[in-house]
T-cell receptor, first 116, second 115 residues
Framework: EAQVTQNPRYLITVTGKKLTVTCSQN?????MSWYRQDPGLGLRQIYY???????DKGDVPEGYKVSRKEKRNFPLILESPSPNQTSLYFC???????????????FGPGTRLTVL | AQSVTQLDSHVSVSEGTPVLLRCNYS??????LFWYVQHPNKGLQLLLK??????LVKGINGFEAEFKKSETSFHLTKPSAHMSDAAEYFC?????????????FGAGTQVVVTP
């Protein structure tokens, strides 16, 4: 089954304690992205990756790091989380570049993060 | 610079009546445009995607959208609303020439369907 998995699904942590949210896809997609969703703001892209070792900033990259060492995995790292990073996070993967109207983007189930 | 604006934050329709969700974009080139749906406590699902092919794009669940360059619009429509269409809808523009790179989401339109 084609899917994007995220772990953990729920996380409560404290300010300054480093954490990693994992994202994995089983569709051999080149593109992967991280988004955060906040009430009234819609989704905002944090980082995206076009392929292994190729990443770029989205709209709100401050306070986040990513890495893409393998095609299937795209972890999101918060080195020193702060309360303003409390949010719902989504990972997504997409079919290869140059897609037609039939290609699509798959989203993970989301990770709800609370930073106290 | 590219951006996307959803003109209505909330839309209420009766079951069986048409749905219209409005989206305007600004772009220095012909962008890729998308509509996504998010049902309560669920992830996002792509409804349809425009990538400079046919200007009328048909998506899943009976939705379609028309790309109008002269009006810089990409409105989403459905002829007859169903209760299961109650959800939040996002219009999205690609900020790069490759469709799946940097994406910017609109603020969303919450759709309520009444019996």
């Amino acid at each position: 089954e084609a899917q994007v998995t995220q772990n953990p699904r729920y996380l409560i942590t404290v300010t300054g304690k480093k954490l990693t949210v994992t994202c994995s896809q089983n569709m051999n997609h080149e593109y992967m992205s991280w988004y955060r969703q906040d009430p009234g703001l819609g989704l905002r892209q944090i980082y995206y990756s076009m392929n292994v070792e190729v990443t770029d900033k989205g709209d709100v990259p401050e306070g986040y790091k990513v890495s893409r060492k393998e095609k299937r995995n795209f972890p999101l790292i918060l080195e020193s989380p702060s309360p303003n990073q409390t949010s719902l996070y989504f990972c997504a993967s997409s079919t290869p570049r140059g897609g037609t109207n039939t290609d699509t983007q798959y989203f993970g189930p989301g990770t709800r993060l609370t930073v106290l | 610079a590219q951006s996307v604006t959803q003109l209505d934050s909330h839309v209420s329709v009766s079951e069986g009546t048409p749905v219209l969700l409005r989206c305007n974009y600004s772009s220095s080139y012909s962008p890729s445009l998308f509509w996504y749906v998010q049902h309560p406590n669920k992830g996002l699902q792509l409804l349809l995607k425009y990538t400079s092919a046919a200007t009328l794009v048909k998506g899943i669940n009976g939705f379609e959208a028309e790309f109008k360059k002269s009006e810089t619009s990409f409105h989403l429509t459905k002829p007859s609303a169903h209760m299961s269409d109650a959800a939040e809808y996002f219009c999205v523009v690609s900020l790069t020439t490759d469709s799946w790179g940097k994406l910017q989401f609109g603020a969303g339109t919450q759709v309520v369907v009444t019996p």
